[in-house]
C-alpha cells in the first residue's frame, strides 16, 4: 500500500493567496483527520471525516479554513485568504475499522506564507 | 475532556541504555492507544498500537503497556542506540458516543537522544 499522500509536499505563498493542500488516504480507511503541528502549540486536530461526513470542526481556526472530502479517496484543506501565522506542517492521517484502527500519517505538507 | 501528559519532554541516554518513556491520560474510556516516533521534518511513523483490552504489545526492541485503569501506558527501549534519537508521541482513540468519540487526542511528545 501507498500510504498516505499529500501534496503538495511544500508550499510557499505570499499572504493573501489561497492555499489547497491535498490528501489521499490509505484505501479502506474510513475516517480521515487534518492536523496541523507548530513548535508552539504542537499536533492540533483541525477536522476529521468518518465515512465522508464531517464530524468535529472544531478545531478549525477560523472561517479562512475550509475542508472537504468529496469521496473515499480525496480531501482537500484550503486555507482562503491565507496569513503569515498559518505557516506550520499541515499533516493528513487516515484510519480504518473505527473504533479500533490504526493511525496512519501522510509525510506532510510544510505551509511557509510570506 | 481527555488530556494526555508525557513525562519527560526530553530526555538524554547513552547509547546501549534500557529506558521507559511514559504516557498518562485522564479518561479511561478510550479505545486503543497509540505510540508514534517523528523525526525532524517528517511525518509520524505508528510503532505500537495496544487495544484498549491488551495490556502489552511488543516489536523489537520496544515494548508498550497498557494500564487502563490507572490512566497510563509506557515504551520500553531495550539497548538503545543513536538510530533511536527521535521525538516519540503517544496518542488515545477516545471511546464514547459523543461527537468526538472516534478522535485521536495526543501528548506533546518526548524528545529521545541517544549518544553514542
Known amino acids: 500500500d501507498a500510504g498516505v499522500i499529500q501534496s503538495p509536499r511544500h508550499e510557499v505563498t505570499e499572504m493573501g493567496q489561497e492555499v489547497t493542500l491535498r490528501c489521499k488516504p490509505i484505501s479502506g480507511h474510513n475516517s480521515l483527520f487534518w492536523y496541523r503541528q507548530t513548535m508552539m502549540r504542537g499536533l492540533e486536530l483541525l477536522i476529521y471525516?468518518?465515512?465522508?461526513?464531517?464530524?468535529?470542526d472544531s478545531g478549525m481556526p477560523e472561517d479562512r479554513f475550509s475542508a472537504k472530502m468529496p469521496n473515499a479517496s480525496f480531501s482537500t484543506l484550503k486555507i482562503q485568504p491565507s496569513e503569515p501565522r498559518d505557516s506550520a506542517v499541515y499533516f493528513c492521517?487516515?484510519?480504518?475499522?473505527?473504533?479500533?484502527?490504526?493511525?496512519?500519517f501522510g509525510e506532510g505538507s510544510r505551509l511557509t506564507v510570506l | 475532556k481527555q488530556e494526555v501528559t508525557q513525562i519527560p519532554a526530553a530526555l538524554s541516554v547513552p547509547e546501549g541504555e534500557n529506558l521507559v518513556l511514559n504516557c498518562s491520560f485522564t479518561d479511561s474510556a478510550i479505545y486503543n492507544l497509540q505510540w508514534f516516533r517523528q523525526d525532524p521534518g517528517k511525518g509520524l511513523t505508528s510503532l505500537l498500537l495496544i487495544q484498549s483490552s491488551q495490556r502489552e504489545q511488543t516489536s523489537g526492541r520496544l515494548n508498550a503497556s497498557l494500564d487502563k485503569s490507572s490512566g497510563r501506558s509506557t515504551l520500553y527501549i531495550a539497548a538503545s542506540q543513536p538510530g533511536d534519537s527521535a521525538t516519540y508521541l503517544c496518542?488515545?482513540?477516545?471511546?464514547?458516543?459523543?461527537?468526538?468519540?472516534?478522535?485521536?487526542?495526543f501528548g506533546t511528545g518526548t524528545s529521545l537522544t541517544v549518544i553514542p
Open positions: 492521517a487516515s484510519s480504518s475499522g473505527a473504533p479500533t484502527g490504526e493511525l496512519f
Open positions: 496518542a488515545v482513540r477516545a471511546g464514547g458516543l459523543t461527537n468526538t468519540g472516534n478522535q485521536f487526542y
Open positions: 471525516f468518518n465515512n465522508n461526513v464531517p464530524i468535529d
